[in-house]
């Protein structure tokens, strides 16, 4: 049996980005360098920690230490994408072109290309950029006797999307079914959130922007430079609400140079794309409405007179945009729940004449900001697609990285996955250890669950847990005041963390008005707006991103009846 493991330098929990160093017989292969830091790789000065690198996709969480890891080690093969080889300079934008060496060596698509002797890669669209791959790692042993040398098989998705996006064609899961590889290393981005369809969710996002501008709102759209920015555009370029619309949709500067490079990839692009750019320009037009302008973000245009449609790079300061009429803006937040930039930013407020004797929540609460809501234009499988994936190539042992650990440990906790295969949610710097086996052996499942003491004397109720549960990451993010709040939903009791954020919000009015009993729509989250994929999706909630029941409740209740009264049937109007 060969020695088979992957050492993780990167899970992707947050912003931290995706690097893991798999082991398989004598050779390391290095899966992604998403890594600000390299310091945990550079360990032997002029020893490569790698035998071969493999991006999967040029998104910085994936790729941004690619060039240093370069420098350090010239002679390092790297390989990826035809398509990702053309996109990865966006990470390095600032350096001159000049001086940004070609490192990168492209990969056709489902061709197997050995590395070294006995080890094969081969690449597969994965859906989620231009470019994207899913990577099958297969390695048979050269040496030994003929027991030694049956294959082993790892495959690493990498960020992956079933389902066709405006831009990109989706997972070809029916290429890969029955694949049987003995380790599937799969992100979980969005844990077992169930999303709706595709064109459904382009079309609530449409309706949304289209009920702003009958507002007379200017619609703020900060978004990841390659990827959402380009999906972004497009809808708003090809979408019946608003093709022939008078309107001016305005491009940032990274923004725009993210759709310089996919006009430079556009042989690449889906037929139906290579199709639109033949009658009309794919994204620069200012004859045909909805006019496409890029701007300078040192000198952006007047937007008080009139709405416009405005994307930025997602790492911009939005307070120079809304700050001189922040209730002329609607600021739409895209729900990226694998990455903490959107979740812990508060959108900046501007500053206040007669501040004098005033403590800071009330200055919050009286300086004006715009309206800020999220929308779900996912690029990343929900939880349904995940298991099918993970079902239809039946491994024996799935790896879950890319997301924030409660979401993996709801993938690792769902029954049907545990009695069938070995699961693993590795923390960053440690080593998963991955047996293989002639025969599967079923593990025994996780333990989730445990037992602590309740005591109550007179109002006071103690609840004592043991030192298990402090181990666990996400002991720390329970609550950062040392408060917790609990909650019945349903028959259910939920203890919460408080954070410092949330005490200083309403003061002491935030438990007030939380439903009413007597009302014909109860205030809970079935009918909130907010409430979509069994989890709530409202920053200004305490329950944003975790799982609620439709039961459940909270003080920033949004009735879904004020949505619906102005939606269209959408799902019956063509595009």
């Not at 499988?381 to 790896?399: A, E, F, K, S, Y």
Request: glycine share 6%.
């Amino acid at each position: 049996m060969i020695e088979l493991e992957c050492l993780v330098y990167g899970a992707g929990h947050a912003d931290e980005g995706i690097c893991l160093l798999l082991r398989i017989g004598q050779y390391r292969i290095l899966l992604d360098c998403g890594l600000a830091n390299l310091t945990p790789l550079i360990t032997r000065k002029g020893i490569p920690p790698a035998d071969v690198v493999l991006c999967s996709h040029a998104h910085a969480d994936h790729a941004r230490g690619l060039l240093q890891l370069h420098q350090e080690f010239p002679k390092l093969p790297i390989y990826a994408s035809e398509v990702t080889t053309q996109l990865l300079p966006f990470n390095w934008i600032g350096t001159v072109p000049d001086e940004l060496p070609f490192f990168c060596q492209a990969l056709p698509w489902r061709t197997p290309v050995e590395f070294l002797d006995g080890l094969t890669a081969e690449l597969y669209p994965s859906g989620h950029l231009p470019g994207a791959a899913a990577i099958l790692l297969t390695y048979t042993p050269t040496q030994g006797g003929e027991s030694s040398r049956r294959s082993y098989q790892v495959f690493y998705t990498g960020d992956f999307f079933l389902s066709n996006s405006r831009l990109v064609e989706g997972f070809p899961l029916e290429e890969l079914r029955g694949l049987s590889p003995d380790v599937l290393i799969v992100e979980g981005s969005y844990g077992t959130a169930r999303h709706p369809h595709r064109r459904q969710q382009e079309n609530q996002l449409a309706d949304r922007i289209n009920r702003a501008l009958a507002n007379h709102q200017s619609i703020l759209l900060p978004a990841s430079p390659l990827g959402l920015g380009q999906e972004l555009l497009m809808l708003l370029r090809s979408h019946h609400y608003f093709t022939g619309r008078d309107i001016d949709i305005w491009v940032d500067r990274s923004v725009a140079s993210g759709c310089d490079l996919y006009l430079d990839i556009l042989p690449q692009l889906p037929a139906s794309v290579q199709n639109f750019a033949r009658h009309q320009s794919l994204f620069w037009d200012e004859r045909i409405r909805p006019r496409v302008r890029r701007f300078d973000p040192e000198y952006p245009p007047d937007w008080e007179e009139t709405s416009a449609i405005v994307l930025v790079d997602e790492a911009t300061d939005l307070q120079q945009y809304y700050q001189a009429k922040p209730e002329q803006w609607l600021v739409l937040l895209p729900q990226e729940p694998h990455r903490s930039r959107f979740k812990e930013r508060e959108v900046a407020k501007p500053s206040q004449p007669e501040t004098k004797g005033k403590s800071q929540p009330e200055l919050a609460q009286e300086a004006p900001a715009p309206l800020t809501e999220t929308y779900l234009l996912a690029q990343h499988c929900d939880g349904p697609g995940t298991t099918q994936l993970i079902h239809n190539l039946r491994p024996q042992h799935v790896v879950f990285i890319h997301g924030s650990p409660n979401y993996l440990a709801d993938l690792t906790g769902l029954e049907e996955l545990q009695h069938r295969y070995q699961l693993h949610s590795p923390a960053t710097e440690s080593l998963v250890d991955l047996p293989i086996g002639e025969t599967f052996i079923q593990p025994a499942a996780p333990d989730s669950s445990y037992e602590g003491e309740l005591t109550e004397l007179d109002t006071v109720i103690t609840i004592t847990l043991p030192n298990a549960v402090t181990a666990d990451p996400r002991w720390q993010a329970l609550a950062d005041t040392g408060l917790i709040e609990a909650r019945w939903q349903g028959d259910e009791l939920v203890l919460r963390g408080l954070t410092q954020r949330e005490l200083l919000r309403q003061g002491g009015d935030r438990l007030l008005d939380w439903m009413d009993a007597n009302s014909p729509l109860r205030n809970c989250c079935g009918n909130c707006r907010h409430y979509r994929g069994q989890r709530c999706w409202n920053p200004a909630s305490p329950l944003f991103e975790f799982k609620v029941t439709p039961e459940g409740f909270c003080p920033v209740f949004e009735s879904a009846q004020v949505v619906e009264e102005g939606e269209s049937d959408s799902e019956n109007e063509e595009e």
